[in-house]
């Protein structure tokens, strides 16, 4: 490629964990390579929608503070999802952004992702396809296991995003979203519930958990009432999924996130539903998070209509 | 074979195999899970086989709970459908900067270092199951008088290539990790291959390991 011809960004600060995510990779569990993939699956399908992008295009997904990027190439269009404070700055003015609204960038424009408001996600994409490179059918990087491009690593200052094509055909479209309000967590009851007393079960629901600093795409840690044992604070190591809380031999509980690891050797107390795990991903560290039970019928239903709800947004864009 | 299936969450089927450790027990997962991945199912989206337990995650798209149990449960699978089997040796080195817990494991055994890694090297081990991060074999089963507990604290950062062992297990760590595990030495051969995506692993379920002893020079050696 003549080196006029390129579109890219450059980073001029790289922002926390911004890595590149997209749906993640499949069936890899039993060699020890966890889904990966957008935390936020909603924000991902949205910001591909708003972009007319095929549903499972790369996007650049940051934590609490996103990058600056500098663009050089030829006009293109971008579009932010999520809970996000952005400025776009031009020769002529710096504005202030909006997310789930596409904007042009023109060559040497900046945007400046400067935060996640009350929320930790947020995603970056354009009206085209990033440059990257795939492992096991997926572009995500799961820093952890250094898989995928930029050799697993998150982005880092002076990298160069590369822009492989860019849709022409495009049209400017925005969505009014304003983001989910359910308080509660809803969760199913886990398969070594009975290790718990009934006193802690009770606790369990009753009282909330604050989220610690010691929160990633691998888990998140909480802090609240001491979860007892009764049976054995540890069980035979086994499968783990997204969802799942762990009780640690401490007696605090920890939630897989979507990098976490394959198996496991705390018992489990409840997993939350997978119509709940968007908003879960967003809850920032500091703030409280309280459980609800139920049924696993419901669980599916409620993920039916978890489901529908995307869609119908997805219907809303225009 | 299978016990029970119970949910785990709202998108996983869990398979109990039963309660005990034991490489029958263990066989029989690692069967089952072999016949379901070859069925290459539309909607599996993960197959996790463990020591006892097989978890089947599914795209809550296509299969609810219900409908994929009665799937697995219709699942035949022989009793004498044999398991392929590797024979895997793998070098390690017990200089004093890669043993990071032989002082601590002499204490707890009531044995000479040279006891220890005697009796770690005269034996082959049966992997179990890879998992926790990329490529880690659960390795198995230690001499009654090797066993002892993990670390009541757990390092930080356990240097990749270690080889720890714990209770009646052994691993080898495959990426630098916290970890608790008593690490004995290190391997400089590379267990987990990011380059080599149709077949990562160096050791898969049902393998046999044959650990052997080398010097310094020669880990250096197969490290460059």
Redesign the interface.
């Known amino acids: 490629m003549k080196s006029k011809d390129r579109n890219y960004f450059k980073i001029l600060r790289a922002g926390i964990n911004t890595t590149y995510q997209d749906l993640g990779r499949?069936?890899?569990?039993?060699?020890?390579?966890p889904?990966s993939g957008a935390m936020d699956k909603r924000n991902f399908q949205l910001l591909n929608s708003l972009l007319q992008n095929d549903y499972n295009s790369p996007v650049i997904e940051f934590a609490y503070q996103g990058p600056h990027l500098k663009y050089f190439g030829k006009d293109i269009f971008f579009c932010i999802s999520g809970n996000v404070s952005f400025k776009i700055i031009t020769k002529e003015s710096v504005i202030d952004g909006n997310s789930y609204q596409c904007y042009l960038l023109k060559n040497g424009d900046e945007v400046d992702i400067q935060s996640t408001n009350k929320s930790v996600y947020g995603y970056f994409s354009i009206n085209g396809t990033f440059g990257v490179d795939y492992?096991?059918g997926s572009c995500s990087i799961n820093t952890?296991?250094?898989?995928g491009p930029n050799n697993?690593n998150k982005f880092s200052k002076d990298l160069e995003i590369e822009i492989l094509d860019i849709n022409n055909s495009f049209n400017k479209r925005k969505l009014q979203y304003l983001g989910s309000t359910i308080e509660n967590i809803r969760v199913?009851k886990?398969?070594n519930y009975d290790y718990f007393s009934k006193s802690s079960q009770d606790k369990f629901f009753k009282e909330s958990f604050k989220i610690t600093k010691l929160s990633d795409r691998m888990g998140m840690r909480l802090e609240g009432p001491k979860i007892e044992n009764i049976v054995d604070p540890n069980i035979?190591?086994?499968?783990?999924?997204k969802?799942?809380i762990q009780i640690t031999s401490a007696g605090d509980p920890i939630i897989m996130l979507s990098d976490h690891?394959?198996?496991?050797g705390y018992p489990?107390i409840v997993?939350?539903?997978?119509a709940d795990y968007d908003r879960l991903v967003q809850l920032t560290p500091g703030s409280n998070i309280k459980f609800k039970d139920v049924s696993?019928e419901d669980?599916?239903t409620l993920?039916k209509l978890y489901?529908m709800e995307t869609n119908n947004l997805i219907s809303q864009i225009k | 074979m299978i016990k029970n299936i119970l949910n785990l969450g709202d998108a996983a089927l869990y398979c109990d195999f039963g309660s005990d450790v034991n490489q029958e027990i263990n066989s029989n997962v690692i069967k089952y899970f072999y016949h379901i991945k070859k069925l290459n199912l539309k909607g599996i989206t993960n197959l996790t086989p463990s020591y006892n337990k097989l978890i089947i995650s599914y795209d809550l798209n296509i299969y609810s709970f219900s409908s994929l149990k009665k799937k697995i449960e219709n699942i035949e699978i022989k009793e004498n459908n044999k398991l392929e089997k590797n024979l895997i040796e793998i070098p390690v080195c017990c200089e004093d900067n890669f043993a990071l817990d032989i002082k601590r494991v002499e204490n707890k055994l009531k044995l000479k270092s040279e006891i220890i890694l005697e009796k770690f090297f005269s034996k082959n081990y049966f992997c179990y199951m890879t998992g926790f991060v990329a490529g880690m074999p659960f390795l198995g089963d230690l001499n009654q008088e090797m066993r002892l507990k993990r670390l009541e604290t757990p390092r930080v950062k356990v240097p990749k290539g270690s080889v720890g062992i714990t209770e009646q297990f052994c691993n080898i760590y495959t990426f630098e990790t916290p970890g608790g595990w008593n690490i004995l030495g290190n391997t400089p051969q590379n267990i987990f291959d990011t380059s080599n995506q149709s077949n990562p692993n160096l050791v898969n379920p049902g393998d046999t390991i044959k650990f052997y002893r080398i010097t310094l020079d020669q880990y250096n050696e197969i490290k460059r």
């Open positions: 499949n069936n890899l569990y039993h060699i020890g390579i889904f492992y096991w952890q296991a250094q898989i697993g199913i886990g398969t035979k190591s086994e499968g783990l999924v969802g799942v690891g394959t198996i496991g489990k997993t939350v539903i997978s696993l669980a599916e993920y489901q």
